[in-house]
């Protein structure tokens, strides 16, 4: 027992492992009715959104680039595993390794794009890249399935002897393992010398070439790796949703995930889940219900948060366990001493009934 207290003190990926197991547990849950049966899909849906903005981070985190094409990776990473999966019958993982080394292409052609821009250009032309694959999933029938979308099932592996089709809950888990898997390598990356070159570059590039950083080397890297993780990200929507629309991969989507990153801060692992909750879940789960004769309240409530956030604690809210520990230490000696006085009273007025 020492040593799995050591062990979750020293190792970040054990902690990943462990909050993975608590996550896989939800499915049991849903099916001894304690959670709603649609709450799982919400949760899934969380859980997607935290790994494609564990991406996102590493680009706007980390590396102080920008991106408003998110959305438009995801559903490319859907639409491209549909397509190979539904029209050539490939194997579940052949699809997967197949879509993400192209989008890994086209992350090439981001970084070198963003050589030539800068700002808020960057983010235009990022932006353009997005309408762009909309548009493409929008007209182009014969790989989007166009305004009516195509369908998809759960996640297939080929054995030597037999096809293994998992069921919801195992997708699930599936989509757990995922966002493990993905915390442990943006965890590796951030804390080598990668992630040390791509901090440099975030906070002066000038700075970080007279340290004889490559810029256009790791400004590939970020684009890359987010670009993949978009994509991977959308390969689990398709397969926990079956099912991929046009309409869902739009700005508003690529925005709400900036929100996530920026409400449960940056350069943070965990915070990212924790965004992808606030933004997500809480609307998902309450507001919406709450405030059903609002239309759109959700948008409100996440544009409002992220002001307060960026205002008053930019650091995001997956640090303010910190604070609430340094408030409770400083005002535990009151509440002591109050405690203390309280209780000489009482005894006090017993010893006198008495």
Excluded at 130 to 151: A, H, M, N, P, T
Excluded at 231 to 259: C, D, K, Q
Aim: aromatic letters at 16%.
């Amino acid at each position: 027992m020492t040593y799995l207290k050591q062990l979750y003190k020293t190792s970040y990926p054990f902690r990943f492992l462990l909050f993975g197991i608590v996550l896989s547990f939800l499915p049991l849950l849903s099916d001894l009715d304690i959670i709603e049966f649609s709450a799982l899909t919400t949760w899934a849906q969380i859980i997607i959104f935290a790994v494609v903005a564990l991406g996102l981070n590493l680009l706007l985190g980390f590396s102080g680039l920008i991106s408003l094409s998110t959305a438009g990776f995801m559903g490319f990473g859907a639409y491209t595993i549909t397509f190979l999966s539904n029209r050539f019958d490939l194997p579940f993982m052949l699809a997967i390794l197949i879509t993400l080394a192209i989008a890994a292409a086209i992350g090439v052609f981001i970084g070198l794009l963003s050589l030539r821009v800068e700002g808020i250009y960057l983010a235009i032309a990022t932006l353009f890249v997005g309408e762009i694959l909309q548009q493409i999933y929008k007209q182009v029938d014969w790989f989007s399935g166009g305004f009516s979308g195509v369908r998809f099932h759960y996640p297939q592996f080929n054995l030597i002897f037999t096809t293994i089709e998992l069921t919801r809950n195992q997708t699930f888990i599936f989509l757990v393992a995922c966002l493990v898997l993905v915390m442990t390598v943006i965890y590796n990356i951030i804390n080598s010398r990668t992630g040390r070159a791509l901090m440099a570059m975030s906070r002066s590039e000038h700075a970080a070439q007279a340290m004889g950083i490559n810029i256009l080397k790791y400004r590939l890297v970020a684009f890359v790796t987010s670009t993949v993780i978009a994509s991977f990200s959308g390969i689990l929507y398709a397969s926990f949703m079956r099912g991929v629309e046009p309409t869902t991969w739009n700005l508003n989507l690529s925005l709400f995930i900036i929100a996530m990153v920026v409400v449960g801060g940056y350069k943070s692992i965990f915070g990212m889940f924790l965004g992808a909750f606030v933004i997500h879940g809480i609307p998902t789960f309450w507001l919406n219900e709450m405030f059903a004769s609002i239309p759109g309240f959700a948008y409100i409530f996440s544009g409002v948060l992220i002001i307060v956030i960026i205002m008053f604690y930019s650091v995001g809210l997956i640090h303010i366990h910190h604070d609430i520990k340094k408030l409770y230490l400083k005002i535990k000696p009151y509440v002591i001493k109050a405690y203390k006085k309280l209780f000489t009273k009482k005894q006090e007025k017993g010893d006198k009934n008495a």
